[in-house]
T-cell receptor, first 115, second 110 residues
Framework: GAGVSQSPRYKVTKRGQDVALRCDPI?????LYWYRQALGQGPEFLTY????????KSGLPNDRFSAERPEGSISTLTIQRTEQRDSAMYRC?????????????FGPGTRLTVL | GQQVMQIPQYQHVQEGEDFTTYCNSS?????IQWYKQRPGGHPVFLIQ?????EVKKQKRLTFQFGEAKKNSSLHITATQTTDVGTYFC??????????FGDGTTLTVKP
């Protein structure tokens, strides 16, 4: 596709359920980032990959959160045993190279609501 | 950890007035990026600054990177209603991770 896509766009789940959020980056982009954005705030870094290697996961809030990018393209962010405080917009971004000097292209986000 | 702060949080201007938002990092940055997010949209890249003291212009927008590479500003001359949105700075260290500020939301009264 022409841009970064994310699915689902909206996810409503009950507390305690697991959710998997998918990101399909721009074809050929090396770097992939996951952010969480609360209303009225900037994107909060969660983790990022270069190719299939997870370079930094320091932003993951706790061990209920995990991410993978097994073939260096599509990535999945998984939240286990969801809690109400996990409700937020989850954004994915991709960047064309592994260096730090490239713009990030953001997807439309997945709005997660935990009831 | 690294913190990036932006001021003001909100700015309301009359169309035609100028607008400036400021970004300050707690640590020295390798580069800084600016993004614009329209209401209901996603952040869209505007520009990247790398060099100490760098100034870049895009039409009515002027971006500056401080000499110490710890602060930056975005100035819009003669705002238009199309400038409405939230402007974020994102500071990057050599580690490659981006830290975003909480943005300045600009509203423009026609």
């Amino acid at each position: 596709g022409a841009g970064v896509s994310q699915s689902p766009r909206y996810k409503v789940t009950k507390r305690g359920q697991d959710v998997a959020l998918r990101c399909d980056p721009i074809s050929g982009h090396v770097s992939l980032y996951w952010y969480r954005q609360a209303l009225g705030q900037g994107p909060e870094f969660l983790t990022y990959f270069n190719y299939e290697a997870q370079q930094d996961k320091s932003g993951l809030p706790n061990d209920r959160f995990s991410a993978e990018r097994p073939e260096g393209s599509i990535s999945t962010l998984t939240i286990q045993r969801t809690e109400q405080r996990d409700s937020a917009m989850y954004r994915c971004a991709s960047s064309p190279a592994g260096r730090s000097y490239n713009e990030q292209f953001f997807g439309p986000g997945t709005r997660l609501t935990v009831l | 950890g690294q913190q990036v702060m932006q001021i003001p949080q909100y700015q309301h201007v009359q169309e035609g007035e100028d607008f400036t938002t400021y970004c300050n990092s707690s640590t020295t940055l390798s580069n800084i990026q600016w993004y614009k997010q329209r209401p209901g949209g996603h952040p869209v890249f505007l520009i990247q600054l790398v060099k100490s003291g760098e100034v870049k212009k895009q039409k009515r927008l002027t971006f500056q990177f401080g000499e110490a590479k710890k602060n930056s500003s975005l100035h819009i001359t003669a705002t238009q209603t199309t400038d409405v949105g939230t402007y974020f700075c994102a500071g990057r260290t050599n580690a490659g991770k981006s830290t975003f500020g909480d943005g300045t939301t600009l509203t423009v009264k026609p």
